[in-house]
């Protein structure tokens, strides 16, 4: 083993990075698998933010933002507390909001 290190440095460098990185991609991937797994259908908070809802609903979340009446995200994405503050409303007003855009979203996903 040391001799095939020693007569192909690069060849075997090469070879230790491929493998260092498609071990980072498959934990990074294992990862986010268990966490999606882990929060399906979460119960709408006012620390999500619509792209985390759709997700976790396994909804278009610019769908959510068409029913729901809410902008769609300029550059960093709002929370539906940050939503609310804006509009000047209760939170539970927004997430009712919410709730219902995914409502009636499932409801037409459903076969008749």
């Not at 609310?84 to 037409?108: D, F, M, T, Y």
Request: zero cysteines; hydrophobic letters at 50%.
């Amino acid at each position: 083993m040391r001799a095939l290190i020693r007569r192909h440095p690069w060849l075997t460098s090469a070879l230790a990075l491929a493998l260092a990185l498609t071990l980072f991609f498959a934990v990074r991937f294992a990862v986010g698998v268990v966490y999606w797994a882990q929060h399906r259908q979460d119960p709408i908070s006012g620390w999500m933010t619509v792209g985390y809802i759709g997700r976790s609903w396994q909804l278009d979340p610019r769908e959510i933002d068409a029913l729901a009446g809410f902008p769609l995200p300029q550059g960093h994405p709002l929370t539906l507390e940050e939503i609310a503050r804006q509009r000047g409303v209760p939170v539970a007003e927004i997430i009712a909001q919410a709730e219902a855009a995914v409502a009636k979203l499932q409801s037409a996903d459903s076969p008749p």
